[in-house]
């Protein structure tokens, strides 16, 4: 979007923003995420380059990452590269042909080519046609003999080189066939449909959406998010009631897919809070991806790592400051400038992601939350006595898990809880699900920490199947692009003691957290460390986790850094070539 | 029972009268009562919650056949919908979807319900007004296949939901009111498959892209108290007591006790009921499929608009074809015969459909297959 990237031009620069782009929403811009579709049936996430101009005002950053340099050139494998700056203007869903060779040119396929494959034009199917008493060869006399076609590879190689077109070079293997013409309509179209496949080099960019992403995501990345299908993410949006002007939690372990999709619904008056197990936050990918406006994301989104809950919001700040010292020795080295450029924009989104930790640890602590989701790997029950309490009363949540049996021991003492509270019949009797949770959990905190009374519970999963559509040729496709997904337990929080006016309890969390943090202060001195957490001093924060990808793509994340625009357009080409 | 709610706190619990099945949701600026019908002799205990479209959903009064969660989460994600969307329902028919639709678009955007029954309308106007949310929904009687969605809505639509009988009538209808401006969504619900492939055929002819059809159904699983039998008790059932026997048979004194464990060593005295007592291992709550699960609700159909992959003259055209036909010349589904289609990936049918519908400007061919579909 590009007024999130020239507000992200403008922050970096310290200029005001430029006027906005004219509204040309049906056209892919400069600096947005788009979804390529190719005809080789697969698909890319990309970000496209940002416009010229608003690189030359990134003074700070080393314009060849974004100008220059081949991170703007993707591979593609055998359908060969393309250069992203050509995609910039293309119009959204329409299908384009690659011509040429090298970065080629994109031309709008011509429509006689795109209607030979329409198999919704082959007018009605076997049975309809033999009712209408129209004639049509059938495959009765198709024998697979390997002989049917008389061009060979090297023919249609041969015919390549010599820069044939996508559409002759199909005709010329259609003429080539010997069989094409007695296969029935259908299957000539299916035939050319094929060959469309593996000879026309055709690409269709799209706008992204909260669907085609986690479409993308879970049919091309599932280990990823999860294995969260859309129809499972979509619920866990309607559960939890995740509304505009909402206050939003997510324990997110899914690459930010939970966290962008509560943000594309909280709207820009929510809030949401994203949560993660890591040790640093992990690049939450996909939020990005959506293209929501910079500063909307500065206004919405606050994220944090579970472990930095545990300090207090001035041992977070003070942690994410510059060592004494280090500002000055940054100047007197001989470092280019735009290297010092860059460990300074370094450090201000150190610092920045700090502020946000602060500020996410100060929210929690206010509770009173409209809506909780956990799509993440984490035990369900203690996920339930800590976070659930963070809701206000009467309010829902849902929790992913790619198990069932994981969820069916909370479900169990939710339920034998409030079924005694209501004076009804357990009906486990003589079970006792406590005994489930001792065995898999050690005494701590979190587990002696009162379980939260909550009703509406329901464990469920989904079935989901997708159609062919064809005149008198319908039915559930076969192939289910992995179809695991997981089951959600949902419910709603009510008061902890629901027939009395008295103030909540402080929640366990807040009571864990607390404690905690006397404990990591005594821990400081006894050892005489400067910081709580080893990898946070190192201004590059080195770890093993592989940090490039981590600044990167947190960095992305805000949409706010130019750096994010070179190294961003790198990682879905980095994705891809482990697809491959 | 009403009037004891206000006040209370949200989460809190009230005793439901008797014979009071706890109270229905009474909108969104009261309580919607969630109702627990305990054995309680006085009436259950009901909580007082905020409402919310999914507990509105399971206590509306219905005046038509709705749709449940499963269906409404995916059709929102499919059509994009955000705060902030305009769009377009039709038909309202009991509100279940349309309060949803309220909700997730929020005070910025605006949900164009369209009911042809005149008191479905009426009493969807009432309940929106009554939940608050007459200023985000507005209720329009009207025939939309035969009038349209009102020209002041020409253009103005993200997306537009068509739940009717004969969706392919209100497509082109439909593709009026989306913004022509930018890339937009139309959703169609439909039980059939029939009606399914009709419309499918309209989206097409009429200029839509990424046509898809799904069906998606939430499967509830119960938590019981499992218990199963152990072969090992059931073999030896009857036979552990010897040793007991031997033990207490020496000391004379235990008599009764002797008695007690001869009765169970004596089959022909014990219950069947007994024995499944008896040799039962409990596993502690298991999680079993529910019983009620819905076999099918409604096909789902999405498609694209794209500006400028579809001409108003061509377009127009197919309109009149896709209108202008009986409802027979449907083709029936097919029969099934050895020559079904061989089976294809639903990644490679997914880009065919894409690629089919992907030419910049609408296949000229289209319009007479439209008039042969309509013969």
């Not at chain 1, 499972?232 to 206050?247: D, K």
């Not at chain 2, 029972?1 to 009474?26: D, N, W, Y």
């Not at chain 2, 014990?270 to 699960?293: D, F, I, K, N």
């Amino acid at each position: 979007m590009s007024s999130a990237v020239a507000a992200a031009a403008a922050a970096a620069a310290g200029t005001p923003p430029p006027p906005p782009a004219p509204p040309t929403a049906h056209q892919a811009q400069h600096g947005e995420y788009v979804l390529l579709r190719l005809s080789n049936g697969s698909e890319r996430v990309v970000r496209l380059p940002l416009h010229p101009d608003e690189v030359s005002r990134l003074d700070s950053v080393p314009k060849k990452s974004i100008t220059g340099g081949p991170s703007h050139v993707l591979n593609l494998g055998r359908f060969g590269s393309l250069d992203l700056y050509q995609l910039v203007g293309l119009n959204f869903g329409w299908t384009y042909e690659r011509i040429g060779t090298g970065a080629g040119r994109l031309v709008p396929l011509a429509t006689e080519e795109v209607d030979r494959a329409d198999l919704h034009s082959v007018q009605a199917g076997l049975a309809i046609e033999a009712a209408d008493g129209r004639t049509s060869a059938d495959n009765r006399n198709l024998i697979d003999t390997n002989t049917s076609q008389d061009l060979t590879q090297d023919d249609i190689l041969k015919l390549k080189g010599e820069g044939v077109s996508g559409a002759e070079l199909i005709d010329a293997i259609i003429a080539g066939s010997k069989t094409f013409a007695e296969k029935t309509e259908f299957s000539q179209a299916k035939y050319i449909k094929r060959k469309q496949e593996r000879h026309l080099r055709t690409i269709q960019i799209l706008k992204t959406s909260l669907m085609n992403v986690a479409e993308h995501y879970y049919t091309r990345h599932p280990s990823r998010i999860m294995n969260i299908r859309p129809d499972t993410l979509s619920q866990m949006l309607s559960y939890a009631n995740v509304q505009p002007g909402a206050r939003v939690v997510v324990l997110d372990d899914c690459g930010g897919l939970v966290t962008a999709a509560a943000l594309s619904r909280v709207g820009d008056s929510g809030l949401v809070v994203g949560l993660s197990t890591q040790f640093e936050e992990p690049g939450f990918e996909v939020v990005s991806t959506l293209n929501m406006p910079a500063d909307q994301l500065d206004r919405t989104l606050l994220r944090s790592t579970w472990y930095h809950l545990s300090l207090s919001s001035e041992d977070i700040i003070s942690e994410g400051a510059p060592a004494p010292g280090a500002g000055a020795e940054v100047e007197d080295s001989a470092m280019p400038a735009a290297a010092v450029a860059g460990r300074k924009n370094l450090a201000e989104r150190r610092r920045k992601r700090q502020l946000c930790r602060a500020a996410a640890r100060d929210e929690l602590m206010r509770g009173n939350f409209d809506s909780l989701i956990v799509a993440a790997r984490v035990c369900p029950m203690e996920a339930v006595r800590l976070l659930v309490p963070l809701l206000a009363p009467s309010r829902p949540f849902a929790i992913f898990s790619r198990s069932s049996s994981a969820l069916a021991p909370t479900m169990a003492a939710l339920r034998s809880q409030q079924m005694a509270l209501d004076g009804r019949p357990t009906p486990y009797a003589g079970d006792e699900p406590d005994d489930a949770e001792d065995d898999a959990m050690p005494a701590d905190a979190s587990t002696t920490s009162p379980l939260p009374r909550a009703i509406n519970l329901q464990i469920h999963d989904t079935w989901t199947r997708e159609y062919q559509v064809l005149p008198g040729r319908s039915h559930p496709f076969m192939n289910m692009p992995g179809a695991a997904s997981g089951f959600l337990l949902t419910g709603i929080r009510i008061l902890t003691d629901p027939d009395s006016d008295a103030p909540e309890p402080l929640a366990g969390l807040q009571l864990l957290l607390s404690e905690v943090n006397q404990l990591r202060k005594r821990a400081r001195q006894v050892t005489g460390s400067s910081t709580y957490w080893g990898i946070s001093s190192n201004p590059v924060a080195g770890t093993s986790t592989g940090v490039s990808t981590d600044e990167s793509a947190a960095a992305a994340v805000s949409t706010e850094e130019p750096v994010a625009a070179a190294a961003s357009t790198e990682e879905p080409v980095a994705a891809a070539a482990v697809e491959q | 029972m009403h009037r004891e709610l206000i006040g209370k706190r949200f989460g809190s619990r009230v005793r439901g009268r008797a014979g009071t099945r706890g109270g229905r949701g009474q909108g969104r600026r009261q309580a919607a009562g969630k109702a627990n019908t305990g054995a309680t002799p006085g009436g259950g205990w009901a909580y007082l919650l905020h409402p919310s479209p999914e507990l509105w959903t399971v206590s509306l009064p219905h005046r038509t056949q709705i749709l449940y969660v499963a269906d409404i989460s995916f059709i929102t994600m499919q059509l994009n919908i955000q705060p902030g969307s305009v769009v377009v329902e039709s038909g309202t028919g009991s509100g279940s979807f349309s309060h949803s639709l309220a909700r997730t678009v929020g005070p910025t955007g605006h949900l164009h319900t369209f009911e042809y029954h005149a008191q479905r309308a009426e009493l969807a106007a009432e309940e929106f007004a009554r939940h608050g949310l007459a200023d985000r929904a507005t209720v329009r009687c009207r025939d939309v296949c035969e009038l349209g969605f009102t020209e002041e809505l020409r253009g103005q639509a993200d997306a537009v939901f068509l739940d009717l009988p004969s969706p392919w009538l209100a497509i082109g209808h439909a593709r009026d009111a989306l913004n022509p401006r930018v890339p937009t969504r139309l959703a169609s619900y439909s039980p059939c498959m029939e009606q399914v492939q009709r419309t499918c055929l309209a989206l097409r002819d009429l200029g839509f892209s990424e046509i898809r059809t799904f069906e998606t159904l939430i499967r509830p699983h119960a938590l019981r108290g499992a218990s199963q039998r152990s072969l090992e008790s059931l073999a030896r059932y009857g036979t552990r007591e010897l040793a007991a026997l031997e033990e207490a048979g020496a000391d004379s004194a235990n008599a009764e006790a002797v008695a007690a464990i001869q009765q169970k060593l004596d089959l022909s005295r014990v219950t069947a009921e007994q024995v499944a007592r008896e040799t039962q291992v409990s596993l502690g709550p298991q999680l079993v499929m529910g019983q009620e699960m819905r076999g099918h609700t409604s096909y789902l159909t999405f498609a694209t608009l794209y500006p400028g992959l579809w001409s108003e003259d061509a377009a127009a055209t197919a309109e009149e074809a896709v209108a202008g036909g009986p409802a027979e010349s449907q083709p029936s589904a097919a029969v099934p015969t050895e020559e079904q289609p061989a089976p294809e990936p639903a990644e490679g049918a997914a880009t065919a459909a894409a690629a089919a519908a992907g030419s910049p400007s609408p296949s000229s061919s289209s319009t007479p297959e439209a008039a042969d579909a309509s013969e």
